[in-house]
Structures are given as C-alpha cells and as structure tokens.
C-alpha cells in the first residue's frame, strides 16, 4: 500500500475541488471513517478542517501524539470540549465565512448548539449541510484497499470452513456464533464490524437475527452472516447450510435464491443503475412467487464500513462504476419455517463483476 503522506496527499487532490466548487471557505469533515480516509488518523476523536491550502486536524489530548504520527501531512491543534467551544473561535481568527458540515453525522442539538453560539458571537458564517463528498470518493477502491479488502475475504472464507466442521446438532446459536467469532479474531482479524449471525430453523427467516441459546436442529437450515476486519477495511458474507436433509420448500428457495444470485453476478455491468442491477436478481425471485419475502436490497458497498456505497436497491438511483466492491445477498424469508440468504463479495472490474468470495455457493449438507 502507498505511504500514508502519498494516499493523503492523493485523496485530500481529489476532495479539494468538489468542496471549492461548492464555495466552501472550509470543509469540515467529522465522520471517523471519512477522517481515516483523508488522513490515516484512528483516533476515536477527532475532525479535519479542510480547505484549498489548508489540512488541520483537531483532537484532544489524548490523540495529540497519535495524530502526529497518522496524519504527518496535517497542522495537528490541540481543542477543548465539544465543537460549538472551540470551532466559532478557530473561524473567527482564520477568517471563514462559509463552512461546509457532513450533514449524516453532525447532529442537529450540535448544529443548533454552534449556530447559538456562532450568532451570539456575532460571526459572520454561513453553515452548509454537505452530503457523500468524501464517500463518493471512498466508493471507487484503490489498489491497496482493495487488497486488504481481499485479505479480510480470505478470513470469512477460512471461517466458514471451520464453522462447517462444528455445527452440528445439539450446539446452540450463540456457541456457534462465538467459535466463529474466535475463529476470525485467531486468524487475524481486527474487531470484527458487526455481531456474527448464527440463525437455525425459524430463526433463520429474521434477516438480521441475533443468536440465541436455541440449540440448532437435525434437518432445518442454518444462516451464518459474517464478516472481519483487516487494516480497517471490512468483509461481509452470509451462506445458509441444512443440518440433514432439507425438506422440499427449503430445497425449493434455496434454488431460487442461488438463481438470482448468481443471475445479478453474472449479468450486472459497470454503469447500471444500482436499481437494475436489484431488479436483475428480484425478478427471478418475483416470477419464483416469492417476491414479498425477499424485503432487503440486492447488496451495499463495502469498505471501511460494512454498509457504504454503493447501496444496490430498488430506490437506489446509484450508478454501478469500475472499482467499486459490494455485496450481492439475495434472500427469501419464510416466517415458522426460515430463511436462505446467499452472500458474496465482488468488485467490478473491466466493466463486470469479480468475484472476491471463493467459498461453495452450492446447498451444503451437513451429517
């Protein structure tokens, strides 16, 4: 991977245009994975204030040192307290008039807060709500995210062999889901970026189901959705096995399922809408009969978060590029009987879809 300094000058080129264009005197960027991305800084607090010559980052004293060492490429300033006692000041004294927020993470108490003070203090300072300026740019994966990105794959697969091997009849849900989750932390997985789902039998019809001390069943099905993390960057990945075998409506959804998902992953192409490319899996599990029971999106980016963009769904008007990676997790859901969700990784490259995810697609019995 390029040098932390080379990646933040890189990206913080690309950011620079889009916020000037706008007419910002300043962005301010809060969101953590955003401010990862600029600046390489991990630190659970901090913002960046970004400008046409400028790169601040602001942080506590608990990170003054951390930052120094992730952000080289920033002017580190020490702040006290919550933004509305330490930013109208810094805004006053650099001469900002208009300043650009990410909307989707500054709360309105906060924003009402610094408005309070900002027209107390008699600033002349425009707020600006921004939305996906950064993430926009975090869609597209460079080389070296999209080789951690695939490492963190090879971690989920390797789980998924090795869960196979202890489920069996008698463990519970929460078992199951904490030996996975010590799999993946064994092998080398940051904190993992979401609780593992282990769901069997009627369970498995709740999408996002939490593990239970039901113990899983001879001849009912059994959805696992994991994921781990590596350098920041995340997995997801979901496969349905039967314990036995599967009764005549589990075989029936679990073909439809892996119908439409391998349909979306052979046929969605780079500059789709991200609603054709639902449509493209939706429609076989709609002529299946099933329609009403597939109630998620298609899939969702993947990244330094488990859920970015590209959000794949039938009111998303996102458009499908080269260098992007998402999910493709078709499902049906069946409530007193269960569920089958099918979930690879892929990025698109030359125009289709490669696959990232390399484990068995095919209904898996287990004895």
């Not at 889901?177 to 970026?193: F, N, T, V, Y």
């Not at 076989?284 to 029971?293: D, L, N, S, V």
């Not at 269960?338 to 490669?354: F, H, S």
Request: charged share 25%.
């Amino acid at each position: 991977m390029l040098k932390r300094s080379k990646l933040a000058t890189r990206r913080l080129q690309k950011l620079r245009p889009v916020a000037v264009g706008k007419g910002f005197d300043i962005l301010l960027v809060s969101q953590p994975e955003n401010c990862r991305y600029l600046s390489g800084f991990t630190g659970s607090s901090g913002w960046l204030l970004i400008s046409d010559e400028q790169a601040v980052l602001a942080t506590d004293f608990r990170y003054i040192e951390q930052a120094r060492q992730e952000a080289p490429d920033f002017e580190i300033i020490q702040i006290r307290g919550g933004l509305p006692d330490w930013l109208p000041e810094l805004a006053y004294n650099s001469g900002w008039h208009k300043l650009g927020f990410e909307a989707n993470h500054i709360s309105f108490a906060s924003y009402n807060q610094f408005s309070q003070v900002a027209e107390s203090k008699r600033l002349n300072l425009e707020l600006t709500p921004t939305t996906s300026l950064v993430e926009g740019l975090r869609c597209i994966k460079e080389a070296g995210e999209l080789e951690l990105i695939m490492k963190a794959v090879e971690l989920t697969d390797t789980a998924f062999e090795r869960a196979k091997l202890m489920i069996h009849p008698g463990v519970t849900e929460k078992e199951a889901a904490w030996e996975i989750e010590k799999c993946l932390r064994q092998s080398g997985s940051d904190e993992i970026p979401f609780d593992v789902i282990v769901a069997s039998g009627p369970n498995s019809a709740l999408p996002h189901a939490k593990p239970t001390e039901r113990k899983i069943s001879q001849n009912e099905p059994v959805l696992i959705d994991m994921g781990a993390r590596i350098g920041g960057y995340c997995s997801d990945f979901s496969r349905t096995l039967c314990l036995g075998e599967p009764d005549r409506t589990l075989s029936e959804i679990y073909r439809v399922v892996l119908e439409a998902q391998l349909t979306a992953t052979e046929e969605i192409r780079s500059g789709m809408t991200a609603n054709q490319a639902d449509q493209l899996a939706r429609s076989i599990i709609e002529r299946a009969g099933y329609g009403e029971a597939f109630g998620h999106g298609l899939g969702h980016g993947v990244g330094l978060e488990v859920h970015e963009s590209p959000r794949l769904a039938q009111n998303s008007s996102d458009l499908l590029a080269d260098g992007m990676v998402f999910t493709i997790e078709p499902g049906i859901y069946l409530p007193g009987l269960g569920g089958v969700r099918i979930e690879d990784m892929v990025v698109l490259e030359k125009g289709k879809p490669k696959a990232l995810t390399q484990s068995e697609k095919a209904m898996e019995v287990i004895t």
